[in-house]
């Protein structure tokens, strides 16, 4: 099944403990489409500037990413965030952010787009996820990820979009944010109140936790000696997640072993991602290890049952 994403399509500055670096291939629906990628046919949906350029179309490519629907706004600047990450890398201080193309974008999806079985609204403006969601008459599984500037600047609309979706995908703090709720159970409730199926609540370090109705399940973030640049870990999460899902046919989203594998194919995605800056190491990753490390995730989390006397 294809998959469609709208997000931002980024130039990221990003400084960490660890290292800089000034303008990189970065934005939401960037990070998704490469994670994606490892499992079913991505196209991705946005606007760029005429600074965008034929080494970030190559690195899309480089993952078979089809970008027919990206659109280059003659006389625009690429959407530009900058990060910046203290010891503890779990929060990201936003130090500047420029919608440039975003501005005043009108997304017009092609034919293939708007058939796409499933889509994903990555982090954007929540009008703008919504009008795409509207023009995607074919997705039968919708996932949307937002972040605390949209909760504080645009929460009704956010709140609309959300109504719209099956999937939600957001930080602890986050839905503690958008339902009021601070114990993470309640706010999941109330956030499924909202219209979701299911909700999944993405815990930097320590993992991601799967809310749906038939109950609950979590994974810990894979151990990892070296993380030089959490950005995108999040999306890398749904790209994995959403990803392997598209490639598992209609239903699997209400299928709780595919849905509890996605987590663990989320969580190995993401945990790629961190270990270097931007999307240098998912650049060049294989089948082969994103495959041997869903394999440790399943050996990290099983444990024997008590022996009968
Ligand atoms: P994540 O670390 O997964 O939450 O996402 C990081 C990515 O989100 C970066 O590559 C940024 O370009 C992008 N980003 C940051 N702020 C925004 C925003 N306000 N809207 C859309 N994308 C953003």
Redesign the pocket.
Same mark, same amino acid.
């Given at each position: 099944m294809s998959l469609c994403v709208v997000?931002?399509i980024?130039?990221?500055a990003v400084e960490s403990p660890f290292g800089e670096r000034e303008r990189m291939l970065?934005?939401?629906a960037?990070?998704f489409s490469l994670a994606a990628s490892f499992f079913t046919d991505v196209r991705v949906v946005g606007p760029v500037g005429e600074d965008f350029g034929e080494d970030e179309y190559a690195v899309l490519h480089g993952r078979a990413v089809n970008t027919d629907d990206i659109e280059t706004i003659s006389g625009g600047k690429t959407?530009?965030?900058r !990060?910046r990450y203290e010891d503890n890398l779990n929060t990201?201080h936003?130090e500047d952010?420029q919608?440039g193309v975003?501005g005043d974008f009108e997304p017009k999806l092609s034919e293939a787009s708007r058939s796409a079985e499933t889509l994903f609204l990555?982090?954007?403006?929540p009008d703008l996820q919504r009008r795409v969601n509207e023009q995607c008459e074919g997705a039968r599984l919708v996932g949307l990820?937002s972040?605390n500037?949209?909760i504080d600047t645009a929460r009704d609309s956010l709140v609309q979009t959300i109504d719209g979706v099956d999937l939600l995908f957001m930080?602890d703090a986050e839905l503690r944010m958008l339902t009021g709720e601070s114990n993470l159970l309640r706010a999941a409730r109330e956030a499924m109140g909202m219209g979701p199926r299911a909700v999944i609540a993405k815990q930097g370090e320590y993992g991601a936790a799967l809310f749906t109705p038939e109950g609950f399940f979590a994974l810990p973030a894979y151990p990892l000696e070296t993380v030089h640049d959490?950005? !995108?870990?999040?999306?890398?999460?749904?790209g994995g997640f959403l990803g392997y899902l598209a490639s598992q046919g209609e239903g699997a989203g209400e299928d709780e072993d595919v849905l509890r594998r996605a987590m663990a194919y989320g969580s190995t995605l993401a945990s790629f991602n961190v270990e270097e800056f931007?999307t240098e190491r998912v650049q060049r990753l294989t089948r082969e290890e994103v495959d041997g490390r869903f394999d440790d995730f399943r050996n990290m989390t099983a444990f024997a049952a008590v022996p009968s006397a």
């Amino acid at each position: 099944m294809s998959l469609c994403v709208v997000g931002s399509i980024a130039f990221d500055a990003v400084e960490s403990p660890f290292g800089e670096r000034e303008r990189m291939l970065g934005g939401s629906a960037v990070h998704f489409s490469l994670a994606a990628s490892f499992f079913t046919d991505v196209r991705v949906v946005g606007p760029v500037g005429e600074d965008f350029g034929e080494d970030e179309y190559a690195v899309l490519h480089g993952r078979a990413v089809n970008t027919d629907d990206i659109e280059t706004i003659s006389g625009g600047k690429t959407f530009f965030w900058r !990060g910046r990450y203290e010891d503890n890398l779990n929060t990201a201080h936003t130090e500047d952010t420029q919608l440039g193309v975003f501005g005043d974008f009108e997304p017009k999806l092609s034919e293939a787009s708007r058939s796409a079985e499933t889509l994903f609204l990555a982090n954007i403006q929540p009008d703008l996820q919504r009008r795409v969601n509207e023009q995607c008459e074919g997705a039968r599984l919708v996932g949307l990820d937002s972040m605390n500037l949209w909760i504080d600047t645009a929460r009704d609309s956010l709140v609309q979009t959300i109504d719209g979706v099956d999937l939600l995908f957001m930080n602890d703090a986050e839905l503690r944010m958008l339902t009021g709720e601070s114990n993470l159970l309640r706010a999941a409730r109330e956030a499924m109140g909202m219209g979701p199926r299911a909700v999944i609540a993405k815990q930097g370090e320590y993992g991601a936790a799967l809310f749906t109705p038939e109950g609950f399940f979590a994974l810990p973030a894979y151990p990892l000696e070296t993380v030089h640049d959490p950005t !995108g870990a999040g999306d890398s999460f749904a790209g994995g997640f959403l990803g392997y899902l598209a490639s598992q046919g209609e239903g699997a989203g209400e299928d709780e072993d595919v849905l509890r594998r996605a987590m663990a194919y989320g969580s190995t995605l993401a945990s790629f991602n961190v270990e270097e800056f931007g999307t240098e190491r998912v650049q060049r990753l294989t089948r082969e290890e994103v495959d041997g490390r869903f394999d440790d995730f399943r050996n990290m989390t099983a444990f024997a049952a008590v022996p009968s006397a």
